[in-house]
C-alpha cells in the first residue's frame, strides 16, 4: 500500500540534498560527505509556527484511507486540523500497539 | 533574567535553569520518576529547577526547548518518502510520538512549566546547536572549536562548529540516516544490549576482543573519507522503516542472528565490540583534524557534546593524539544536556549578552546542579523507617571513619550534597570501595550492582596523585577521558591465552592486572574521575583520609544504584538501594548505618520487577 501518491508534491519541500542523503547511491568521485550546516536559528514556537508547518504539509498528502484509524488520525492532524481547534485528543488504539520500540528513540 | 531549557521526547529528558549566564539547576527527569532514560516532559525536574532557582514561572524570562520539532517533521516525512510501502511502522511512531508529542510542546510545555500563558516565551533550538552550546558556554574557553555527535539530532548526526566568546556557529553537518551513534547503536543493538543504555556495555567488553571486524564493517557497513565524514550503506539496517537497528544483512555479514540479551556473551561480541570501538574512534579522530583545519588552526581548545562524547575511551585517544591541546567535554553530553546548551544559546546567542572565560575554570559547578538535602530531611527519612544510625560529631570523624570503612572492606553507600547531572556519578551518589582488592569488581557487580561480571569499575583519584597512577593527560574531573595505568602499578597478565579456550570472562575479570585491579580494565585502561577540593571537598577528604591510612589515593566509584535503576536522588531512593542490595554501609550527610544493624528490611514486592533490566 503506498501511504504516499504525488511523491512530486513532497519533494517540492523535502530538499533534494536530503532526499539523495536518504539514498543508497554510490559515492563515488565524492571526496566528502559533509554539508553546510543549518543556519542555526532559534525561533518562537507557538500556535502560528505550527500552523505555518500544517501549510506546509497540506497538499503534500493524498492518502488513501488506511484500515487503521490510527493511521488517518496521524495525517488528518497533520494536514488538516488546526491544532488550535483541537478539543479532544485523537482516539488512540490499544496500549500494545501504542508502544513505542525501545530501539527507535531517534523519532 | 531566568532561562529554563528542556530536553524531552527523544530520551533522557531534563530541565536546566539559569540565571544570567551562571547555571543555577539542571536534573534528569528520570531521577524523579525512577525510570531509566525516562523521556517525559519533565515536570518533575521543571518543579526542582523553579524552586531551586526560588521564583514561579511568571518569573521565567524565556523558555527553550532544545530540538526544532517542525526539522525533526521534515526529516520524517523525507524518511516516509524513502520508505516507500513499507511505512506503516513508520506512521505508528508518527501519530504516537510526533504528532501527539514532539508538535505538541507549545502546549505540553506550558502545562509542565505551571504557566499556560508563554506566548512569546517559548523558543526551540536545533537539536545540535543546543549540543554545541552545553559543550562551549559552560567550558573554560574563550575561543574554541566544538564537535557534536549523536544519534539524531533533527537532521543532524554529526557537526562541527567554532565558538568565540558569547557566540558559536556550526560549519558543517552530516545528515541523517548517516549516523556513527546509530552505527553504534546497531552494534549495541546487535550485541544483545539495550540501545542507549547499553552502550557503556559495548565499550567495556571492546578491550576483551580483538578488532578482527573492523575491514568488515568499513569495506560493507560505512564509507569513511579522509576528513572524517562518512555515509552509511543503508542496506544494512532496518532503523529506516521504525523496526529495529539492524537487519538480516546485517545478520548474514556476521555469522549470525543478533545475540539474544541476557544470554552469554561469545567470543564474536567481544570482537564486534574491539571492531566498532575502532571505527568510532577513527572517525572521531578524523573529524578532530577536519575540526583544526576549518577552524584554521586558530584554537589549541575542543569542546565536544552528543551521546557519542561520553565514549570516554574514544576521548582518551582523541587527548592522545594532541590535535588539541585541551578538550572539554560536557558531563551531560546526551541529550540531557540539551536542555542546559538551549538556555545558554538563548541567554548569550539570542540576547547576545557578554561570556567570561578565563581559559581555567569550567562553570559547569562540578555538574553537582541537582537537589539537595539537609541533614533534617535525612534524618526524618531515617526515623520514619525506623533504622538504626549513628550520627557523627564532625565532619573530620566522618572522613575517618569512611576511610578506615573503605580500608576494612567494606562496600559503602555515598549519598552527600547536590546530586550529579549528567550519566557519572561523582562522588555525591557514589558507591565506593577499595580499588585495591582483587575480587571487589566481581563482587560489586554480582552482588551489588546484580549487573554483568565483565563491567568495569571507574577509579576516583585525588588530583595531584593521578599521574602516580595513570597515564592521563590533564585533568578529569567528569569521569569522561580514559587512561592507561602507569606500567610501574602494572601486573602482568596473559588476556589472550586466558580468553582462548573459553568466553568466561569472571576468571579473567578475577586476575590481578595492578596494585588498584579493581579498577584496571583487562587492557590496563581506566575511566578516570580526577577529585579536587574544590568541587567536591567531601570526597577529596574521604579519599585524602584514606591515603593517609593506606597510602593509597585511589578508591572505586560507581554509581548509586542497580542495575537498570536511575542513580539515587534522594534519602528514601539511597536508604532503598542500601536495604535492597548488599551494600554494607550508608553514608548520607553525617549519619552513618551499618546493615548489620538496621532492622530487617521486607517489601510486599521484590524490587527486581520494578526495574527493567538495562
Keep these: 500500500m503506498s501511504l504516499i501518491k504525488e511523491k512530486n508534491l513532497l519533494s517540492a519541500w523535502a530538499k533534494e540534498n536530503t532526499i539523495k542523503t536518504m539514498s543508497n547511491q554510490s559515492s563515488e568521485g565524492e571526496a566528502s560527505y559533509y554539508t553546510d550546516a543549518s543556519p542555526n536559528e532559534i525561533m518562537e514556537y507557538n500556535y502560528e509556527s505550527v500552523a505555518d508547518m500544517q501549510a506546509m504539509f497540506s497538499g503534500c498528502w493524498n492518502i488513501q484511507c488506511d484500515p487503521k484509524v490510527k493511521t488517518i488520525l496521524a495525517v488528518s492532524a497533520i494536514a488538516n486540523v488546526p491544532i488550535e481547534h483541537q478539543t479532544q485528543e485523537p482516539a488512540m488504539d490499544s496500549a500494545s500497539e501504542m508502544r513505542i520500540p525501545d530501539f527507535i528513540y531517534m523519532f | 533574567m531566568y532561562i ?67 526539522l525533526t517533521t521534515e526529516r520524517f516525512v523525507a524518511n516516509l518518502q524513502y ?48 549540543h554545541a552550546a552545553s559543550a562551549f558556554f559552560p567550558s573554560p574557553f574563550q575561543k574554541a572549536a566544538i564537535i557534536t555527535m549523536d544519534g539524531v539530532g533533527e537532521w543532524a548526526t554529526t557537526t562541527i562548529g567554532y565558538g568565540e566568546d558569547n557566540h558559536i556557529k556550526l560549519c558543517k553537518q552530516i545528515n541523517y540516516p548517516n549516523s556513527v551513534g546509530l552505527l553504534y547503536s546497531a552494534f549495541t543493538y546487535f550485541c544483545g544490549f539495550k540501545v542507549n543504555s547499553g552502550d557503556y556495555k559495548l ?42 537497528m539492524t537487519n538480516d544483512k546485517f545478520a548474514q555479514l556476521f555469522g549470525g542472528a543478533r545475540r539474544t540479551p541476557e544470554s552469554n556473551i561469545t567470543k564474536r561480541e567481544m570482537d ?57 567535554v560536557q558531563p551531560a553530553a546526551g541529550d540531557a544536556g540539551g536542555a542546559l546548551g538551549a538556555a545558554l544559546y538563548y541567554y548569550y546567542q539570542h540576547c547576545n549578552n557578554q561570556r567570561i572565560a578565563d581559559g581555567i575554570h569550567d562553570t559547569q559547578k562540578g555538574t553537582y546542579l541537582g537537589p539537595a538535602f539537609s541533614d533534617a530531611d535525612i534524618e526524618k527519612v531515617l526515623t520514619e523507617n525506623h533504622c538504626v544510625y549513628h550520627k557523627t560529631e564532625t565532619t573530620e570523624a566522618l572522613y575517618e571513619t569512611a576511610a578506615e570503612l573503605i580500608d576494612a572492606g567494606n562496600i559503602i553507600g555515598l549519598f552527600e550534597g547536590r546530586m550529579e547531572f549528567g550519566p557519572r556519578a561523582l562522588g555525591n551518589r557514589s558507591i565506593i570501595a577499595d580499588a585495591r582488592s ?25 588530583e595531584e596523585d593521578a599521574s602516580a597512577y595513570f597515564d592521563l593527560e590533564g585533568n578529569s574531573p567528569y569521569m569522561l577521558k580514559c587512561a592507561n595505568v602507569k606500567d610501574s602499578i602494572k601486573k602482568s597478565f596473559d588476556l589472550e591465552n586466558a580468553m582462548k579456550e573459553t568466553d568466561n570472562m569472571l576468571p579473567v575479570v578475577n586476575m590481578v592486572r595492578s596494585t588498584i585491579p ?41 554509581s548509586f544504584n542497580v542495575r537498570g ?50
Design chain 2, 83 to 130: 520508505a516507500g510501502d513499507d511505512t506503516q511502522d513508520l506512521l505508528n511512531l508518527l501519530l504516537d510520538d510526533l504528532i501527539q508529542k514532539k508538535l505538541q510542546i507549545h502546549k505540553l510545555i506550558p502545562q509542565a512549566v505551571g504557566c499556560p500563558d508563554l506566548s512569546d516565551r517559548l523558543f526551540v533550538a536545533e537539536h545540535h546547536i543546543s
Design chain 2, 438 to 462: 582483587p575480587v571487589m569488581q566481581s563482587k560489586l557487580n554480582l552482588k551489588i550492582k546484580y549487573r554483568e561480571s565483565f563491567r568495569p569499575f571507574a577509579p576516583a583519584v585525588l
Design chain 2, 203 to 244: 565499550m567495556g567488553l571492546a578491550p576483551y576482543g580483538e578488532p578482527v571486524y573492523y575491514d568488515t564493517i568499513v569495506e560493507n557497513l560505512i564509507d569513511i573519507k579522509a576528513d572524517g565524514s562518512y555515509r552509511l550503506n543503508l542496506e544494512y539496517f532496518d532503523f529506516q522503516y521504525g523496526r529495529a
Design chain 2, 518 to 558: 579493581a579498577v584496571t580494565h583487562v587492557d590496563y585502561s581506566a575511566r578516570i574521575q580526577t577529585v579536587t577540593q574544590e568541587t567536591n571537598e567531601c570526597f577529596y577528604n574521604i579519599i585524602h583520609a584514606f591515603k593517609e591510612r593506606t597510602g593509597s589515593s585511589v578508591v572505586i566509584n560507581t
Design chain 2, 272 to 328: 564486534m565490540a574491539a571492531s566498532i570501538q575502532k571505527v568510532v574512534e577513527e572517525i572521531v579522530i578524523l573529524t578532530a583534524k577536519t575540526a583544526k583545519q576549518l577552524t584554521g588552526g586558530e584554537t589549541e581548545n575542543l569542546v565536544l557534546a552528543g551521546g557519542v562524547a561520553l565514549n570516554c575511551v574514544a576521548n582518551g585517544k582523541l587527548q592522545k593524539e594532541k590535535i588539541f591541546k585541551n578538550i572539554w
Design chain 2, 4 to 70: 529554563l531549557g528542556i530536553s524531552a521526547l527523544y530520551h533522557d529528558s531534563a530541565a536546566a535553569i539559569i540565571k544570567g549566564g551562571e547555571i543555577i539547576a539542571a536534573a534528569q527527569e528520570e531521577r524523579f520518576t525512577r525510570k531509566k532514560h525516562d523521556n517525559s516532559i519533565p515536570t518533575n525536574a521543571i518543579a526542582y529547577c523553579l524552586t531551586e532557582a526560588g521564583i514561579k514561572p511568571q518569573d521565567l524570562s524565556a523558555v527553550v526547548y532544545y530540538d526544532n520539532p517542525l
Design chain 2, 565 to 614: 535503576e536511575p542513580i539515587v536522588c534522594n534519602p528514601y531512593d539511597a536508604y532503598l538501594c542500601f536495604m535492597r542490595t548488599e551494600m554494607d554501609v550508608l553514608i548520607m550527610g553525617r549519619y552513618i548505618l551499618y546493615k548489620n544493624e538496621q532492622p530487617e528490611f521486607k517489601e510486599e514486592t521484590d524490587w527486581r520487577d520494578i526495574y527493567e533490566l538495562d
